[in-house]
């Protein structure tokens, strides 16, 4: 039964690469929805994977979130962490500090034994803030460090459940109804069309910014997030998305 089992997960790993044109899927059983052991078990197979793409002093971009938050507790320290150094891939975006991805960048980094750098910038900006901040010569290379990042793992939300977790604004939620976002990442909204439809105002990581050159994992589950998982893959595919079964199913039957 178990080999059953397995042969059942690699079915939906097919099915759903081909689907959302995703060079490679991994499915875990379960949904995460239901239980939350398999958003630990997410995290451990994002761990597994990491550890197979990273060479020697990458830089390792990490989002938030709570998905996010499982990976970083699944690192331990490994040889293959060498001269590796984690940061956020973008400022904050008004999250709980303990799933902020400068938290997560950090604890990854302690755990693995590794490196890490931080992003420090406060939330809520004025465009004009922003902009001389990122002209801060700390904050400048920093960027530019994100930028050169070997390897980018974000996770992805349902649009209106990320609006309300970090208290967006009247102005952006109304933007984010209006235009039909169902899902997010990195702090932009997409529509069922993949079209970004709102953008957080954060300095860090720009999604026109990932190159050919990157490997971005998306680690997403929950029969809930298939909407959103679908929206961002028609932005752009991800080189590698590991998710659970209740959501590759739910992708399928959409
Ligand atoms: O951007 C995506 C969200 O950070 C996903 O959050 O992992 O807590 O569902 P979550």
Request: neutral net charge; glycine residues 8%.
């Amino acid at each position: 039964p178990a080999m059953k089992i397995a042969f059942g997960l690699e079915d939906l790993e097919k099915q759903v690469a081909e689907v959302l044109n995703v060079e490679k899927v991994i499915v875990v059983s379960g949904d995460s929805d239901e239980y939350s052991w398999v958003k630990k078990e997410l995290g451990r197979a994002c761990v597994q994977q990491m550890k197979k793409q990273i060479a020697p002093g990458d830089i390792i971009a990490v989002a938030g979130g709570t998905t996010l938050a499982a990976v970083a507790d699944m690192v331990s320290p490994s040889e293959k962490w060498k001269d590796a150094v984690f940061v956020p891939a973008r400022g904050g975006l008004g999250e709980k500090v303990e799933i902020q991805s400068n938290t997560i960048s950090s604890t990854m980094a302690t755990k693995a034994r590794a490196a890490y750098r931080l992003l420090h910038v406060p939330d809520q900006l004025s465009n004009e803030t922003r902009t001389s901040l990122s002209l801060e010569p700390g904050i400048k290379e920093l960027l530019a460090l994100i930028r050169k990042a070997k390897i980018v793992i974000h996770g992805i939300g349902e649009a209106e459940i990320m609006a309300d977790r970090r208290e967006t604004s009247d102005g952006a939620v109304q933007q984010i109804k209006e235009k039909a976002a169902v899902g997010e990442a990195f702090g932009y909204y997409f529509d069922r069309e993949g079209h970004i439809v709102h953008k957080e105002r954060t300095i860090g990581l720009q999604l026109n910014d990932l190159n050919e050159a990157q490997t971005v994992i998306t680690v997403a589950g929950g029969s809930s997030k298939a909407e959103a998982i679908s929206a961002y893959m028609k932005y752009r595919p991800s080189n590698l998305l590991i998710t659970d079964e209740g959501a590759a199913k739910a992708i399928l039957n959409r």
